[in-house]
């Protein structure tokens, strides 16, 4: 009865209308993503008869090039209005993945239209939510940030369960670019709902008149490692998120190749357990309530990484795949509460003047190493086979808690800097 009424009380926690349209806009920005979730290598495969080596390019190289791009854009926009940038972001989306149906419609669509539209939506992405986390901060008081991060956390889940069984009956329906449209299309809706947010934004000073010096390129990743706590939780993140995911392609290997399960069994042993994560994001803020945000960081962090080398015993049948949606249930319900968390202490930890270059850092490393493990994964893979190499990911894993901060963190209080070369 009791956690019934903090249930309550974190769905009816009033956060304002500005902070609605920003929810708003992200839930239909994340809706058109997952609608689209595969679109890029369905059209590769069906439309341009792509082979596995320029599939794979798509996911991995699109992701570490849009990341490259994004380094200098995290200094760039830390001194401009965060409204704008999201704005421009989301249309910058909104154009580059149009250019796809509209070239498919033409017959002149090319695999390298693919790969440099997947470049532009990686780096819009990570200067997006660089931005969108500064922009938070100043919209909502501190004591407002782990609920407001809880609901974009339910909310990502949620468009999680219903955007790809929506999407692939749309791709049935209406062809293989379908929810590549619905997804342009998203981001137009998201960009019309931050300009509605409307208020006056304050523009950020520059403590220094001169312009962008190279060395601001790397200040977010400095802020990070002279940090004690969030430095242990950056290598954390990066590990974590990489193993886990350089894992999927080998599992989607196992079980629709070798195992023989039906691609709606695939789809189904993600997609059912995702409602996990939109029940632990809805239990983030009571956990923290009652345990604090340290312990809920340290022991829950400590919990998501003993599910996945449960995956190696994997086995065809019924069980095989009751297996597979009970690892994934129990990944994704501990990561429904971490990640709300986890975000929200960063953002606590970080000096507002640093937030969008250490926001670029974070997002910038992680999906380098996730592109960079993913590769390395396929050739463990290719030498070893899907599952030895999906359990070695999974005892890999087992060490990550070794990562995570061993003390509460005090005050926030600026790191100390590293030294310059003036």
């Given at each position: 009865?009791?956690?019934?009424?903090?249930l309550g009380?974190?769905?009816?926690?009033?956060?304002?209308?500005?902070?609605?349209?920003?929810?708003?806009?992200?839930?239909?920005?994340?809706?058109?993503?997952?609608?689209?979730?595969?679109?890029?290598?369905?059209?590769?495969i069906?439309?341009?008869?792509?082979?596995?080596?320029?599939?794979?390019?798509?996911?991995?190289?699109?992701?570490?090039?849009?990341?490259?791009?994004a380094?200098p854009?995290?200094?760039?926009?830390?001194?401009?209005?965060?409204?704008?940038?999201?704005?421009?972001?989301?249309?910058?989306?909104?154009?580059?993945?149009?250019?796809i149906?509209?070239?498919?419609?033409?017959?002149?669509?090319?695999?390298?239209?693919?790969?440099?539209?997947?470049?532009?939506?990686?780096?819009?992405?990570?200067?997006?939510?660089a931005a969108?986390?500064?922009?938070?901060?100043?919209?909502?008081?501190?004591?407002?940030?782990?609920?407001?991060?809880?609901?974009?956390e339910s909310?990502?889940?949620?468009?999680?369960?219903?955007?790809?069984?929506l999407?692939?009956?749309?791709?049935?329906?209406?062809?293989?670019?379908?929810?590549?449209?619905?997804?342009?299309?998203?981001?137009?809706?998201?960009?019309?709902?931050?300009?509605?947010?409307?208020?006056?934004?304050?523009?950020?000073?520059?403590?220094e008149?001169?312009?962008?010096?190279?060395?601001?390129?790397?200040d977010?990743w400095?802020?990070?490692?002279?940090?004690?706590?969030?430095?242990?939780?950056?290598?954390n993140?990066?590990?974590?998120?990489?193993?886990?995911?350089?894992?999927?392609?080998?599992?989607?290997?196992?079980?629709?190749?070798?195992?023989?399960?039906?691609?709606?069994?695939?789809?189904?042993?993600?997609?059912?357990?995702?409602?996990?994560?939109?029940?632990?994001?809805?239990?983030?803020?009571?956990?923290?309530?009652r345990?604090?945000?340290?312990?809920?960081?340290?022991?829950?962090?400590?919990?998501?990484?003993?599910?996945?080398?449960?995956?190696?015993?994997?086995?065809?049948?019924?069980?095989?795949?009751l297996?597979?949606?009970?690892?994934?249930?129990?990944?994704i319900?501990?990561c429904?509460v971490f990640?709300?968390?986890y975000?929200?202490?960063?953002?606590?930890r970080?000096?507002?003047?640093?937030?969008?270059?250490?926001?670029?850092?974070?997002?910038?490393?992680?999906?380098a190493?996730?592109a960079?493990?993913?590769?390395?994964?396929?050739?463990?893979?290719?030498?070893l086979?899907?599952r030895?190499?999906?359990?070695?990911?999974?005892?890999?894993?087992?060490?990550?808690?070794?990562?995570?901060?061993r003390?509460?963190?005090?005050?926030l209080?600026?790191?100390?800097?590293?030294?310059?070369?003036?």
């Amino acid at each position: 009865m009791r956690s019934g009424h903090r249930l309550g009380h974190l769905l009816g926690h009033r956060l304002g209308r500005r902070f609605g349209w920003l929810w708003g806009a992200y839930g239909t920005s994340a809706l058109g993503t997952w609608l689209a979730f595969g679109a890029f290598p369905l059209i590769a495969i069906q439309v341009l008869h792509a082979g596995p080596a320029e599939v794979a390019a798509l996911s991995s190289v699109g992701a570490a090039v849009g990341a490259a791009v994004a380094v200098p854009l995290g200094p760039w926009v830390e001194f401009r209005r965060k409204r704008p940038v999201l704005i421009a972001m989301d249309l910058a989306r909104f154009a580059a993945l149009l250019t796809i149906p509209t070239a498919f419609a033409l017959g002149v669509l090319t695999f390298l239209q693919l790969l440099l539209v997947s470049v532009v939506v990686a780096a819009a992405d990570i200067t997006f939510r660089a931005a969108s986390g500064a922009y938070l901060k100043t919209l909502l008081p501190a004591e407002d940030l782990l609920v407001a991060n809880a609901r974009f956390e339910s909310t990502a889940w949620t468009t999680t369960i219903i955007g790809p069984p929506l999407g692939g009956a749309a791709i049935g329906l209406l062809g293989p670019v379908a929810t590549v449209v619905a997804d342009a299309v998203s981001y137009l809706l998201s960009a019309l709902g931050i300009r509605a947010i409307g208020g006056h934004e304050p523009r950020p000073e520059r403590r220094e008149a001169a312009r962008m010096r190279a060395g601001d390129l790397l200040d977010g990743w400095r802020y990070i490692l002279a940090d004690a706590t969030l430095r242990p939780l950056f290598f954390n993140t990066a590990l974590f998120n990489g193993l886990v995911m350089a894992a999927e392609p080998l599992l989607a290997v196992l079980m629709l190749g070798r195992l023989g399960y039906a691609p709606w069994e695939y789809g189904l042993a993600f997609a059912a357990p995702s409602i996990g994560g939109l029940l632990g994001s809805r239990l983030a803020r009571p956990l923290v309530t009652r345990f604090g945000q340290h312990r809920v960081l340290v022991v829950v962090g400590s919990l998501r990484a003993l599910w996945p080398v449960g995956l190696a015993f994997l086995r065809p049948g019924t069980g095989g795949l009751l297996l597979v949606m009970g690892v994934e249930l129990g990944l994704i319900f501990c990561c429904g509460v971490f990640n709300p968390v986890y975000a929200t202490y960063r953002l606590e930890r970080t000096a507002p003047d640093r937030i969008t270059r250490t926001l670029s850092a974070w997002t910038v490393t992680t999906k380098a190493s996730t592109a960079l493990l993913t590769a390395v994964w396929g050739v463990l893979g290719g030498l070893l086979g899907p599952r030895t190499a999906i359990g070695l990911a999974g005892v890999l894993l087992l060490a990550t808690p070794l990562l995570l901060p061993r003390r509460a963190a005090a005050t926030l209080s600026e790191p100390e800097p590293a030294p310059s070369r003036a």
